[in-house]
């Protein structure tokens, strides 16, 4: 039978948990009930998981976060259910879902809708939203974390390499070590999660959000989106094949679920995020034929890129990928030399595109908050201040909701945040107050660390690699003056 998981890795160990049986489209399979449709489909071979609305071509696994559609499937009975997300049961009876797909024998009753308060609501669990929560709990909020995923850490729970930066936000810790300590350093008593909660609208009457059994309806005086960011994609052809995958959807299966996305892959792309990915593929046991840059010098820290040299990895810049090969997934791609033309074939069963991400704004725009498009922040964004309050008052936005940026700069993002919602509720609170001395030592000291906060979040940016964000934020600042002026 065949087995994609990973059983030895350099620094990974896996719990995978009780050993299950499911079925697709007929045939019994074998996974794990710690892992997710998505990842135990892949584990078995499986990387064809739905066919397109209108001509039928075959599609697979992307993004591996629930922002596309490439893995929907009818999971019992129920047409479009992300099985990149979706953990796996015991008996699931899914099927490779043809275009709409359609419900087979299946009632479902209306979810009930169940009210719940709290002083804050943050949506997202990643770098940002934990250090929100950190503070906001740590200032007696009662607060809330949403996130629609079944593990809470975001983009931290994929991130095997050590960190860079200030020893505050963590240097030389590994990411998927960074979200326990974060959570130390909470309040849990006045913290409470919800995971496969996505928040699907913000209304006056509370913000909906989806569970498996219920929806929450949960009124709050403030709302944190740390809600992350989507892969961005490459025009090229037969680019819709199974086995060409986002950067954070390759991490997902390897880091977390511990399972091989090919055995032969292509790296476009080498930024940060391309380079590590491209190492951390060769950690799991899969061949890196070469990545690919279309600029003619490499886009991330050469500390990265020097790691692949040593391991023999080709990194061929002024390089384009033109094609990928196959018909139900990839065989190979083609690869073109942007000065001379000249064309490369690589037999690969992987592709990975690291080219960027784009903001997740969408419920920030159902909310009705002002967004603008600022290429230097990662395209459309919430219009938002120092304390990155948006148009909507008592909505804040950070992390890469905010502008697409390190982990350690949406840690620094919510923090502030997280300072700036707790003096607003505070102050709210104890407005008749003001003589009450321990009130007003604490409101004190917290402007001062959010002014420290801000001091390392400006020292990070300045480097080379912090100019784009420098400018997209003057940027932000001058559109906030004027929005606010007229």
Known sequence: MLDNRIYEHPILSFDRG????????????????????????HAN?????????????????????????????????????????LPLKE???????????????VRKDDKKVITE?????????????LSAAMETTNYGLATIVVD???????????QTHRFFGSEKEYAGVRGIDISPLILENCNRKKLKFYTMAGAFGYYPEGVAVELEDQIKLIKTQ????????????????????????????????????????????LMVGSGNVGL???????????????????????????VHAAKLKRQGVPILLRHTIEEAIGNE?????????????????????????????TPSVQLLQQAGCKTVYIPELGGEVALHGECYETTVHGLYVVGDTSAIEEASSAMLEGRIAGISVSLDLDLNLDIDLNLNLNHLKATKEALSKREELRKELHEIRDSPFGKKIVAGEEKMKKLVEAYYEH
């Open 45 to 85: 071979g499986i990387t064809m998981l739905s066919k397109s609305l209108n001509l039928n071509r075959p599609r697979g696994f992307f993004c591996g976060i629930g922002k596309c559609s490439s893995c929907l499937m009818t999971v019992n009975g129920v047409p479009n259910e992300r099985t990149c997300i």
């Open 91 to 105: 008996g699931m009876d899914i099927h490779v879902q043809e275009g709409k797909g359609r419900a087979i024998n």
């Open 18 to 41: 009780k050993r299950i049986k499911f079925f697709l489209d007929g045939k019994e399979l074998f996974g794990y009930e710690n892992e997710t449709i998505g990842a135990a489909l």
């Open 329 to 357: 997934k990839v065989e190979g791609a083609v690869v073109r030399d942007l000065e001379s033309g000249e064309k490369k074939c690589f037999e690969v069963d992987l592709i990975c595109i690291a080219v960027g991400l």
């Open 276 to 302: 590590i990915v491209s190492y951390q593929l060769l950690q799991a046991g899969v061949e890196v034929k070469c990545v690919v840059e279309v600029m003619d010098r490499i886009g991330g820290y050469y």
């Open 222 to 265: 403030k709302v944190i989106v740390a809600g992350g960011a989507q892969e961005n994609f490459l025009i090229f052809e037969n680019n819709d094949l199974p086995g060409i995958y986002g950067a954070g959807g390759v991490q997902t299966l390897m880091n977390v679920y511990g399972v091989k996305p090919g055995n032969r892959a």
């Open 117 to 129: 308060k709290c002083d804050v609501l943050i949506i997202g669990s990643g770098p940002a939203g």
């Open 148 to 158: 629609e995923n079944p593990i809470v850490g975001g983009q931290l729970i994929k």
